[in-house]
């Protein structure tokens, strides 16, 4: 046999030329024609080159069929807008070859997307792509299969979007960083195995909350809720719910443990109490008043106990805000220089008609004793106390 040198040198090959191989399941050496080699590549290698495919559907419900190809596919669709639906027709089968790859990308969300595996059976495409989604499917010519072996977003070659059928992953991390994984709060829960309650997804400031139920809080502020339900209090004292859902004497005095009589809640200011019982003693804190230009003024709710050091003649004893009833002690003590006089007030009734007059040695002091009823005030006068 002549080595490689000694053959002569041919410029054009045909289909037909032959070449001499090792045939490892024969043990010895062959020839095989250019063209059965040329189809040996084209069977088991697939081809680096892709055929573009670029579509632009206008309408819900479009159909892209695909040519067969010696290499494989990218098909770009930038649909005009969202579609409901839409699919996608694979070569027929029998022009598909082993390891042949079909790209399908989308510009625009199509929410329900089928796949035509047209002869070939498919596993894994999506129902669906989302706007800038795709995936890619790979042919086996030996199952007439093709199956999807890439999808947008995937950890360690493991679909997490669109892949059919259950995925476990184990210790692998999502750093989604400037990307955003959307879903609803509906879509949330259902992902969720362990929630409790119904609703939207809540954040820790300013959140509503619909009828929640809160257990037992360690700690809270409730300066501005509203609504407080009295009903659901507990560790009350008897009758404390009651008086809190409707606050009148009546159960007020039901709540308390230590109260003495019975009636309505009394208030400092004009209070009417009845048959009231005083132990121990009361007093009235008196208010000194003085004259000024000869008018001496007093307010009779002031206090029911007035004491005054006259230092002139008083022409004018005005007495203001009395109420009916209202008993008043008026102590009027001369200065150092006495004969101090007082002129009364036309509503007073002396006792015989006759008015008092006050006492006029130094420093002398008189009591006057008036109460006021309809119009009047009824005086009585204890005069130099000493």
């Not at 220089?337 to 002091?365: D, I, Y």
């Amino acid at each position: 046999m002549p080595t490689i040198n000694q053959l002569p040198t041919i410029n054009a090959l045909s289909g037909g030329d032959q070449l001499p191989v090792y045939a490892t399941s024969n043990g010895d050496a062959r020839k095989a024609s250019i063209t059965t080699l040329v189809e040996y590549f084209q069977t088991t290698f697939a081809d680096p080159n892709y055929t573009v495919v670029i579509n632009a559907p206008t309408n819900s419900g479009f159909n892209i069929a695909l040519a067969a190809s010696s290499q494989s596919i990218w098909l770009i669709m930038n649909p005009t807008g969202t579609f409901a639906a839409g699919s996608v027709t694979l070569p027929p089968v029998a022009d598909c070859y082993d390891g042949q790859e079909i790209i399908i990308i989308s510009t625009q969300t199509i929410s329900a997307l089928t796949i035509n595996g047209n002869g070939g059976t498919l596993v894994g495409v999506p129902a669906s792509l989302g706007a800038g989604s795709s995936f890619t499917i790979r042919f086996n010519e030996l199952q007439q299969t093709w199956y999807t072996i890439v999808n947008s977003l995937q950890i360690s070659g493991v679909d997490l979007v669109t892949t059919t059928g259950v995925q476990t992953l184990t210790n692998k991390t999502i750093n989604l960083a400037d990307n955003t994984l959307i879903m609803t709060s509906a879509q949330l829960a259902t992902a969720l195995l362990d929630e409790t309650g119904s609703g939207l997804a809540v954040f820790n400031t300013s959140p509503t909350l619909v009828t929640p139920i809160l257990g037992t809080p360690t700690s809270g502020t409730l300066t501005n809720c509203t609504g407080l339900p009295t009903s659901g209090l507990t560790g009350l004292g008897v009758g404390v719910q009651t008086f809190l859902g409707t606050p009148s004497s009546a159960n007020l005095a039901s709540a308390l443990t230590d109260e003495t009589g019975t009636g309505s809640a009394v208030f400092n200011t004009d209070p009417t109490i009845d048959g009231a019982n005083f132990t121990g003693h009361a007093q009235t804190a008196p208010v000194a008043v003085s004259s000024s230009g000869g008018t001496l003024t007093a307010n009779m709710t002031e206090s029911n106990v007035f004491t005054s050091t006259l230092t002139e003649n008083v022409a004018t004893l005005t007495l203001t805000g009395a109420a009916q009833g209202q008993t008043v002690n008026m102590l009027f003590t001369q200065d150092a220089t006495g004969s101090r006089t007082m002129a009364w007030p036309a509503a007073f009734k002396w006792p015989g008609g006759t008015a008092e007059t006050l006492s006029t040695n130094a420093n002398a002091v008189d009591l006057l004793v008036i109460t006021y009823l309809g119009t009047s005030w009824y005086a009585s006068m204890l005069k130099d106390l000493s």
